[in-house]
């Protein structure tokens, strides 16, 4: 791995299923976080981590929740999939000891039918 | 009103101008940053600043803290230059634009 990871690259989803949006990174960094970016509203924060072990909210976290069990990585679930949660999903993490510049995965391409 | 405006929303400029995107926020910052989307939805980040003025390449990033307003400028522009450009606030956590979408002609 070189770098940050997601997967499903994408995804088509039922409306009430579950799915999990995986993230994993090798860079060591303690700072994770998830956005949702949505035609002509940017990146919004749903999730981040601080470091393994504690999670916070972001501005849209309602429909998600997150775990961080160890440092390299850092699941987003959502419980019961609904059609307002189809957006691209970006992971990141950064080293605010370092730098506070944040490395994004590639993104995972969500559809909730 | 958004806590991060950037002008334009949409860039049109033919291949070796000099472009300029703006972002002006509203709140109190730590550090500013500029990233770049692809067209294939890839984020890079290209810049993170406090104060001053950085540059990278063909890339110049300015931020006026009292006026709350950054610039990001492309000297000579090419059409490998086209993509979205995202500026976004730091406080305790990023806040971001809508992005400016930029298409480079030659």
């Known amino acids: 791995i070189a770098g940050i990871t997601q997967a499903p690259t994408s995804q088509i989803l039922a409306a009430g299923r579950r799915m999990t949006l995986r993230c994993t990174q090798d860079m060591r960094h303690n700072a994770m976080y998830w956005y949702r970016q949505d035609l002509g509203l940017g990146l919004r924060l749903i999730h981040y981590s601080n470091t393994a072990g504690t999670t916070g909210k972001g501005e849209v976290p309602d429909g998600y929740s997150v775990s961080r069990a160890n440092t390299d990585d850092f699941p987003l679930t959502l419980a019961s999939a609904v059609p307002s949660q189809t957006s691209v999903y970006f992971c990141?993490?950064?080293?605010?000891?370092?730098?506070?510049?944040?490395?994004f995965g590639p993104g995972t391409r969500l559809t909730v039918l | 009103k958004n806590e991060v405006e950037q002008s334009p929303q949409n860039l049109t400029a033919q291949e070796g101008e000099f472009i300029t995107i703006n972002c002006s926020y509203s709140?109190?910052?730590?550090?500013l940053h500029w990233l770049q989307q692809h067209p294939g939805g890839g984020i890079v980040s290209l810049f993170m600043l406090s104060s001053g003025k950085k540059k990278h390449g063909r890339l110049i990033a300015t931020i006026n803290i009292q006026e709350k307003h950054s610039s990001l400028h492309i000297t000579a522009s090419h059409p490998r230059d086209s993509a979205v450009y995202i500026c976004a606030v730091e406080s305790s956590t990023l806040v971001f634009g809508a992005g400016t979408i930029l298409r480079v002609k030659s």
């Open positions: 990141a993490s950064s080293d605010p000891g370092t730098s506070r510049e944040q490395f």
């Open positions: 709140v109190g910052i730590s550090a």
